[in-house]
């Protein structure tokens, strides 16, 4: 379990985690979805005792990290895949981080069979392409057998194979009851891999839900309609509005109706005898959904708080 409460990061004045307060459970991925500069690579920094927060608290298993007494058998990471020695072979580089907190060489074996690297365990890390250096990275958190993995942007830059990969090794990470914090930008990537989410913009807590939950609150839809005649779209605009549809005239003359199912926005046009051209309904996207929750939010803060 990961736990935050009140967790605050500033630097050099500028915060850029606000009192987080989370709670990431055993048994399930979580996803950590924000937008770029949200503050998630620098949370889980803080996990890990990289960052000195400058207020709150983040414990793994009720412990600060600095207090766990065998961190890599606690908590596995990926922060940077790149990261590593780049003329190392991959069995060196697992072999140098294992032996340096008491691991023995078999676990290096199984680790890097677990990541399906076994035939490229003595190529050297720094010709690996990025999906490569992902499953080096994914090998290194798992070597002390930890029961919480934090992953930050695994997924970026992979292949749809490489992707799937990931998702599943994630899924069955959190079967086997550990606690699983992946990191993201994309709501969609996050919809196919996490059961719960952690929702953070510009540092600050926006959802902690089930991702059912959270993709159930996802923004409204709306019916485009378009009607024959220019000269009705006025008096109909005002028709849906008195019928409590939330009405945007675009340039191109079409209506954006919120608020108003289509069968029902269809009916009206029908009562007051407005002849329609078009009637579609515009079901949000998901990537939209999450920006328009987002940026809300955002702009909540900006004049929630004053200059900002
Ligand atoms: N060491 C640092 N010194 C100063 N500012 C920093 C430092 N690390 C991060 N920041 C700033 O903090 C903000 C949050 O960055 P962070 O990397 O945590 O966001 P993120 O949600 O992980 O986004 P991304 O997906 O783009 O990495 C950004 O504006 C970034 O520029």
Do not use: C
């Amino acid at each position: 379990m990961i736990e935050a409460r009140g967790l605050t990061k500033e630097f050099g004045g500028r915060r850029v985690v606000d009192e987080l307060s989370f709670t990431v459970e055993p048994g399930h991925v979580t996803g950590f979805l924000g937008p770029n500069g949200a503050g998630k690579t620098t949370t889980m920094r803080m996990v890990l005792g990289l960052h000195r927060p400058t207020g709150g608290t983040v414990t793994v298993r009720g412990q600060r990290y600095d207090g766990l007494r065998a961190p890599l058998h606690e908590v596995g990471a990926l922060l940077d895949a790149k990261g590593v020695h780049r003329r190392r072979t991959a069995y060196h580089h697992l072999l140098a981080v294992a032996q340096s907190n008491r691991i023995g060489r078999r676990r290096v074996g199984q680790v890097l069979e677990l990541v399906g690297m076994a035939d490229a365990a003595r190529r050297r890390a720094g010709a690996f392409s990025l999906g490569m250096a992902q499953r080096l990275g994914i090998a290194t958190a798992l070597l002390g057998d930890p029961p919480v993995l934090m992953l930050d942007e695994p997924v970026n830059g992979l292949d749809p194979e490489g992707m799937l990969w990931i998702r599943t090794l994630m899924r069955e990470l959190a079967d086997e009851g550990r606690t699983v914090l992946v990191s993201s930008h994309l709501l969609s990537e996050m919809a196919l891999t996490a059961d719960r989410l952690v929702v953070i913009g510009r540092g600050k807590l926006i959802a902690d839900s089930s991702t059912e939950e959270f993709l159930s609150r996802r923004g409204t839809d709306a019916v485009l309609v378009r009607v024959a005649e220019e000269a009705a779209a006025e008096p109909f605009a005002r028709r849906l509005a008195g019928a409590g549809g939330g009405v945007t005239a675009r340039q191109d003359g079409a209506l954006l109706v919120t608020g108003l199912e289509s069968a029902r926005v269809g009916a009206l046009a029908a009562g007051g005898g407005t002849v329609l051209a078009e009637l579609t309904p515009q079901a949000a996207s998901l990537e939209e959904a999450f920006m328009e929750m987002t940026q809300e939010y955002v702009e909540f803060q900006a004049s929630g708080s004053g200059a900002r």
